[in-house]
């Protein structure tokens, strides 16, 4: 028997023929490169597309600045509200690996119809001697059904990728286990390689060469993703799905209108818990819960489920808290990137850097902290912690969170210092004033510093904490924060203009930035950002984790 269990893994995954998989020939890094570099290629599709997406509206659409601004958050977090679909169909009926599988080919259908919107005569917005274009409203309608296609792509992919490369690690094999953690952070490494390409190369090539070249290349990409993807089947490790999660959440809400006063009894595999303990009684058994000898399903839950859905309650704070965080974040591909349009764009006379393609600081931000994080603050914070992993998941997240009120308070100083120059020389109709863009630097590598620790810490907190049916959903549920901080910042700009531009004045977002007061929306931002960090610091000290009861196999 102990032989049986060294050859096999103990977490009940399977193998591609589905037989018990075995540990020598399947999952941990050996699975992993296939995986990672799936990520970093569709990575590279969708930084291909969001990085520059504000100025493809802003002037191949000709839309105005608030509305291009609210057209990206908008489909940004549209592409982080499918997720939600992905993971019920992952946990529920077709496993993580199909559900890849399928959303990838919608994925890559949604990039080619994109591709021909800005290549095809006909599909491609005509622009007059001024390069005014004047697309038509078929035009528009085809780009906009190509983008909420790759919108619907994404979400069915994201919530599976990460939770599917973390399947690879036996959570009953210390071993393994010790490495889950590190391939968190390497898959985060892998999806900024991706993001570094993206705002490097192909917002060069679709300012200087052609938006049809700009996103075809992306499109080819993530054929390659999936070529990749399918390429380490035998390989991988499979979890199969747990039925539908939603099934077991309403078992255990569906049974509070029952009248137990007993113990809870028995022993599975998440151990009780006295928080929310009003919920224990979906798990006790009485005369009614019991049909011809049988136990009734909707009248009797296991502690085990009764927990999960615990689990799923005690992560609801936690991932509201990471809203405003998202709200912060998506400055970077909207706001950051028209504030960079005004500054002077040449690193000498002969060549321009496209404004978009500063986020490429955040990516080597990222790629920077990330094998620093992994190799020199954790074991440095593990020999004052005691802690595996140098720091808590949650307090992890809390440096992060921190890091970002700086992010904010920098882009606003550096808008202020630059309106001032705008006052100072009469610079108001002046489209690039004489101020390096390069001055964007700190605010794109203060939030790439903050994503290593708020955004992995996030990721891995939710896998961990997540009831194991349901792991594809939290995942979802963590990146539903980044739709919701996209919704968020929608929000915010609609209300700051409706009540800036009162009496005629031109507020603080107008079209031509040097008459508005941008500054103002990222200190607002910032202040956000400091009443959700205190909030935070309160919910993650009241938080209880999951207890997993040892298996005798």
Same mark, same amino acid.
């Given at each position: 028997?102990?032989? #049986?269990?060294?050859?096999?893994?103990?977490?009940?995954?399977?193998?591609?023929?589905?037989?018990?998989?075995?540990?020598?020939?399947?999952?941990?890094?050996?699975?992993?490169?296939?995986?990672?570099?799936? #990520?970093?290629?569709?990575?590279?599709?969708?930084?291909?597309?969001?990085?520059?997406?504000?100025?493809?509206?802003?002037?191949?659409?000709?839309?105005?600045? %608030?509305?291009?601004?609210?057209?990206?958050?908008?489909?940004?977090?549209?592409?982080?509200?499918?997720?939600?679909?992905?993971?019920?169909?992952?946990?529920?009926?077709?496993?993580?690996?199909?559900?890849?599988?399928?959303?990838?080919?919608?994925?890559?259908?949604?990039?080619?119809?994109?591709?021909?919107?800005?290549?095809?005569?006909?599909?491609?917005?005509?622009?007059?001697?001024?390069?005014?274009?004047?697309?038509?409203?078929?035009?528009?309608?085809?780009?906009?059904?190509?983008?909420?296609?790759?919108?619907?792509?994404?979400?069915?992919?994201?919530?599976?990728?990460?939770?599917?490369?973390?399947?690879?690690?036996?959570?009953?094999?210390?071993?393994?286990?010790?490495?889950?953690?590190?391939?968190?952070?390497?898959?985060?490494?892998?999806?900024?390689?991706?993001?570094?390409?993206?705002?490097?190369?192909?917002?060069?090539?679709? @300012?200087? %060469?052609?938006?049809?070249?700009?996103?075809?290349?992306?499109?080819?990409?993530?054929?390659?993703?999936?070529?990749?993807?399918?390429?380490?089947?035998?390989?991988?490790?499979?979890?199969?799905?747990?039925?539908?999660?939603?099934?077991?959440?309403?078992?255990?809400? $569906?049974?509070? @209108?029952?009248?137990?006063?007993?113990?809870?009894?028995?022993?599975?595999?998440?151990?009780?818990?006295?928080?929310?303990?009003?919920?224990?009684?979906?798990?006790?058994?009485?005369?009614?819960?019991?049909?011809?000898?049988?136990?009734?399903?909707?009248?009797?839950?296991?502690? @085990?489920?009764? #927990?999960?859905?615990?689990?799923?309650?005690?992560?609801?704070?936690?991932?509201?808290?990471?809203?405003?965080?998202?709200?912060?974040?998506?400055?970077?591909?909207?706001?950051?990137?028209?504030?960079?349009?005004?500054?002077?764009?040449?690193?000498?006379?002969?060549?321009?850097?496209?404004?978009?393609? $500063?986020? $490429?600081?955040?990516?080597?931000?990222?790629?920077?902290?990330?094998?620093?994080?992994?190799?020199?603050?954790?074991?440095?914070?593990?020999?004052?912690?005691?802690?595996?992993?140098?720091?808590?998941?949650?307090?992890?997240?809390?440096?992060?969170?921190?890091?970002?009120?700086?992010?904010?308070?920098?882009?606003?100083?550096?808008?202020?210092?630059?309106?001032?120059?705008?006052?100072?020389?009469?610079?108001?109709?002046?489209?690039?004033?004489?101020?390096?863009?390069?001055?964007?630097?700190?605010?794109?590598?203060?939030?790439?510093?903050?994503?290593?620790? @708020?955004?992995?810490?996030?990721? #891995?907190?939710?896998?961990?904490?997540?009831?194991?049916?349901?792991?594809?959903?939290?995942?979802?549920?963590?990146?539903?924060?980044?739709?919701?901080?996209?919704?968020?910042?929608?929000?915010?700009?609609?209300?700051?203009?409706?009540?800036?531009?009162?009496?005629?004045?031109?507020?603080?977002?107008?079209?031509?930035?040097?008459?508005?007061?941008?500054?103002?929306?990222?200190?607002?931002?910032?202040?956000?950002?400091?009443?959700? $960090?205190?909030?935070?610091?309160?919910?993650?000290?009241?938080?209880?984790?999951?207890?997993?009861?040892?298996?005798?196999?």
């Amino acid at each position: 028997m102990a032989a #049986e269990e060294d050859i096999h893994t103990n977490d009940g995954t399977i193998d591609f023929g589905n037989k018990p998989a075995v540990k020598k020939e399947t999952g941990t890094w050996k699975a992993c490169p296939y995986i990672l570099g799936n #990520e970093c290629c569709e990575r590279l599709a969708y930084y291909g597309i969001n990085t520059n997406l504000v100025n493809y509206l802003r002037f191949e659409l000709n839309q105005g600045n %608030v509305q291009a601004v609210n057209n990206v958050t908008n489909w940004s977090g549209t592409c982080y509200v499918m997720p939600l679909i992905g993971a019920f169909l992952a946990d529920a009926y077709l496993g993580r690996y199909w559900t890849i599988a399928s959303f990838s080919i919608i994925y890559v259908i949604g990039m080619t119809i994109l591709t021909m919107s800005a290549s095809v005569h006909g599909l491609k917005p005509l622009c007059d001697k001024r390069n005014v274009c004047h697309p038509t409203g078929l035009q528009i309608a085809v780009f906009f059904v190509g983008l909420y296609l790759i919108a619907l792509g994404t979400g069915g992919i994201k919530p599976c990728v990460s939770s599917f490369g973390a399947d690879q690690f036996d959570d009953y094999d210390e071993a393994e286990k010790k490495k889950k953690s590190s391939f968190f952070n390497w898959f985060y490494f892998s999806i900024n390689i991706g993001a570094l390409v993206a705002a490097s190369c192909l917002v060069w090539i679709q @300012t200087n %060469v052609g938006w049809g070249w700009g996103f075809g290349i992306p499109a080819v990409a993530m054929a390659i993703a999936v070529v990749s993807f399918f390429a380490g089947s035998r390989l991988y490790r499979y979890q199969k799905p747990g039925g539908s999660p939603l099934t077991r959440i309403c078992q255990s809400l $569906l049974y509070e @209108t029952a009248d137990a006063e007993f113990a809870v009894i028995g022993s599975h595999k998440l151990d009780h818990t006295k928080q929310l303990s009003f919920l224990d009684k979906a798990a006790v058994e009485t005369p009614s819960d019991c049909v011809k000898g049988s136990v009734n399903a909707w009248r009797l839950c296991t502690v @085990t489920q009764v #927990e999960e859905f615990k689990s799923i309650i005690r992560l609801l704070p936690i991932w509201a808290i990471g809203i405003v965080f998202s709200a912060v974040y998506s400055q970077m591909g909207t706001l950051f990137v028209l504030q960079g349009n005004t500054m002077d764009l040449h690193i000498d006379n002969s060549f321009e850097i496209p404004s978009a393609s $500063l986020s $490429l600081f955040d990516t080597i931000s990222v790629i920077f902290w990330v094998p620093i994080y992994d190799r020199l603050i954790v074991p440095l914070a593990r020999k004052f912690t005691g802690h595996k992993n140098g720091f808590t998941q949650l307090q992890r997240i809390a440096i992060g969170l921190v890091i970002s009120i700086f992010a904010m308070l920098t882009a606003g100083t550096l808008e202020l210092v630059r309106l001032r120059e705008v006052k100072k020389h009469n610079y108001y109709e002046l489209k690039h004033i004489p101020m390096s863009i390069f001055w964007q630097v700190p605010q794109y590598f203060i939030i790439g510093c903050a994503e290593v620790f @708020t955004f992995i810490g996030q990721l #891995e907190f939710f896998y961990e904490q997540a009831p194991d049916a349901m792991r594809s959903l939290c995942s979802a549920l963590s990146l539903t924060t980044a739709a919701l901080g996209n919704y968020l910042s929608t929000l915010l700009v609609n209300i700051v203009t409706d009540f800036s531009t009162r009496h005629g004045k031109p507020g603080w977002i107008p079209d031509n930035l040097n008459y508005g007061n941008l500054h103002y929306f990222f200190w607002l931002l910032a202040l956000l950002s400091v009443l959700n $960090l205190g909030v935070y610091l309160m919910v993650a000290r009241c938080y209880t984790y999951k207890k997993l009861v040892v298996s005798s196999h």
